[in-house]
């Protein structure tokens, strides 16, 4: 694209302003900051107190706007895969706001959007154009015109939804950089009261707890969109770019189970497993046992493990083939069983698959052990793709 034909008028000006002054302070003010305060005399009259304090109110912070978005917004708002009583409510949307990533209202509406048309022209933050598009770069400039937004009537019902839309950038600006000055202020005037210079806590407690966690937890969100549409493994489906991401879910709150979540979106749980790290799901089943949500959404097991089943059996025959391929004529026929055996097997878990869609669809019970003979199946799939990536592996030294 030549630079004149750049499509100037479709920059988001203030939008623009905001991620890249934020980062940008974030990467310059702030080390400079920390740097100065580091090497300045204990009684130096601009020397921050309360250091503890700030780093612990930054922590609060990370967590509060990362769930606003995360159990707020994306799990309760986009998907509804749970209910949720007011104070709940009322408590993701104020740190929601303090993420600084758009009204609920409005992020919402792009959210179903990327569900309904995932990879397609229509998606919001479509991966097929880019890394840097699904990123951020969506948000910098919008290619077309942004159309009428009608897939959120259920949410305009809702006046404490609607309240946070009107007036999203003064609370935000509030709960996300006021308060927590005011409160760096309040702890130095109270526990440093000698030193007579609480403006300096409130500083720090600005540039930690709201300017550089804002750019921390909106880098995590665009994560999601980026990251996890490219790198990370396909349990549950091919059909779409969604992956699962173990390390993005370390930054994220739970989320980076991506795969997963397109496939199931209207579970309350990311990381269906039990050794996934999802603490949004943790959360919102905790604050169902104190009666604060409920009707939990999940889908049942058989019906993912049906998913499993499928995407396993599309791509082991795949995946044999091309290993098999790569083996010199000696190491093919020493393996010649496994890879026959592995072939089976694919049909096998095809045919298996299909009875448990099956057996799901007329609600039908799936018993423990079936499910337990089911696991071992995936099992020996991964051990026959193991023996042949070991032979491949000989055969290429
Ligand atoms: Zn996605
Ligand atoms: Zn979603």
Redesign the pocket.
């Known amino acids: 694209m030549k630079f004149k034909n750049f499509p100037i008028y479709r920059i988001e000006w203030v939008t623009s302003a905001f991620l890249i002054g934020t980062a940008f302070l974030s990467l310059t003010v702030v080390p400079w900051f920390l740097w100065t305060q580091f090497n300045l005399p204990v009684d130096a009259a601009n020397k921050v107190h309360g250091w503890g304090f700030v780093w612990a109110l930054f922590v609060f912070y990370y967590y509060a706007t990362g769930f606003g978005i995360t159990l707020g917004y994306?799990r309760l708002f986009?998907?509804i895969s749970f209910k949720a009583k007011w104070p709940v409510k009322l408590f993701v949307l104020l740190f929601g706001a303090a993420s600084f990533e758009n009204s609920a209202h409005d992020w919402c509406a792009d959210?179903r959007i990327h569900?309904k048309h995932v990879d397609e022209d229509e998606d919001p933050y479509d991966i097929s154009k880019g890394f840097f598009y699904a990123h951020i770069g969506w948000l910098l400039f919008r290619l077309k015109p942004p159309a009428p937004i009608t897939n959120v009537k259920d949410l305009e019902a809702d006046p404490l939804v609607m309240w946070q839309h009107r007036y999203v950038q003064w609370i935000g600006a509030f709960v996300g950089f006021v308060v927590p000055a005011i409160l760096g202020y309040a702890y130095a005037k109270i526990f440093y009261p000698e030193y007579d210079n609480a403006g300096m806590t409130a500083l720090a407690a600005f540039l930690i707890a709201g300017l550089l966690r804002t750019v921390v937890v909106q880098q995590g969100t665009f994560c999601i969109n980026s990251l996890c549409h490219m790198i990370g493994r396909q349990p549950y489906s091919t059909d779409h770019s969604a992956r699962d991401s173990g390390a993005v879910a370390l930054l994220t709150f739970g989320e980076g189970y991506h795969n997963y979540?397109h496939e199931f979106?209207h579970d309350y749980r990311n990381g269906v497993k039990p050794w996934q790290f999802d603490p949004t799901k943790w959360i919102i089943w905790t604050l169902s046992k104190v009666g604060l949500t409920e009707d939990l959404r999940r889908v049942p097991d058989s019906r993912i493990m049906a998913a499993e089943l499928k995407e396993k059996s599309r791509t082991l025959g795949r995946d044999i083939d091309s290993l098999a391929a790569r083996l010199d004529e000696r190491s093919r026929e020493l393996k010649a069983k496994t890879i026959t055996a592995a072939h089976e097997l694919a049909t096998e878990l095809a045919r298996r698959a299909e009875a448990l869609k099956e057996a799901a669809a007329t609600k039908a019970d799936v018993a423990h052990e079936t499910m337990v003979e089911l696991r071992g199946l995936l099992n020996q799939a991964a051990s026959y793709l193991e023996v042949l990536r070991r032979a491949d592996a000989g055969s290429a030294a």
């Open positions: 994306h986009s998907h959210h569900h979540h979106q």
